[in-house]
C-alpha cells in the first residue's frame, strides 16, 4: 500500500527534528559547541559522573560518536574522566568549572529556541503534544519488540 508522503507522520516528525537540530545548532555556535557536546554537558550537569556508554545511550548516539564528542570536551577541559573507584576500567565524566561555566551560558541560548517552540502552544496543547509524541515512542518500540521476536 503506498502512502502519501504529506501523511506520513515519521516524515513531519522528522521534518521537525532536522529543524529543531539546526535551531540548536545555530545557537549554540558562539560557544563553538555542537548539539552532542552540549547534550553531553546538559546530561553530565543533571547526572555527573556517568560513563562513556551511558552518556551515548543518554544522548542517543553510538559509543563511536561519544568518544570522540567526550575525547574534544575533554581537550577543551570542559569534561574530566577520571576512573571508577571499584571498576577501575569505567572512565566517570564530570564537568570542570570550565565546563559548567560554558553550559550556564550555552544552555540559556538553547532555551530560547526551546520557548520559541513552547510558545507556539497553551500549556494545555503542549502536554497534550508531549503525550502523543509518548504514544508515538510506545508504538515504535512495540513495533520494535515485535521485529525482535523470531517467527516460527
Given at each position: 500500500?503506498?502512502?502519501?508522503?504529506d501523511q506520513r507522520l515519521g516524515h513531519h516528525l522528522k521534518r521537525v527534528e532536522q529543524e529543531l537540530i539546526a535551531a540548536k545548532h545555530s545557537s549554540l555556535r558562539p560557544f563553538k559547541l555542537n548539539v552532542?557536546?552540549?547534550s553531553v554537558l546538559l546530561a553530565l550537569s543533571q547526572e555527573p559522573g556517568l560513563s562513556g556508554a551511558v552518556l551515548a545511550r543518554r544522548c542517543m548516539v553510538t559509543p563511536q560518536t561519544m568518544s570522540s564528542v567526550l575525547a574534544t570536551l575533554e581537550g577543551r577541559s570542559l569534561v574530566e574522566r577520571k576512573p571508577h573507584p571499584v571498576h577501575s576500567h569505567i572512565l566517570e565524566a564530570r564537568?570542570?568549572?570550565t565546563g559548567q561555566t560554558l553550559l550556564a551560558k550555552a544552555d540559556e541560548a538553547v532555551v530560547e529556541v526551546e520557548l520559541l517552540l513552547t510558545e507556539?502552544?497553551?500549556?494545555?496543547?503542549?502536554q497534550e503534544l508531549i503525550g502523543r509524541l509518548q504514544r508515538c515512542s510506545a508504538a515504535l518500540a512495540k513495533a520494535g519488540d515485535t521485529r525482535k521476536t523470531p517467527t516460527r
Open positions: 500500500m503506498r502512502l502519501p508522503i552532542p557536546q552540549y564537568l570542570t568549572r507556539e502552544f497553551s500549556a494545555e496543547e503542549a
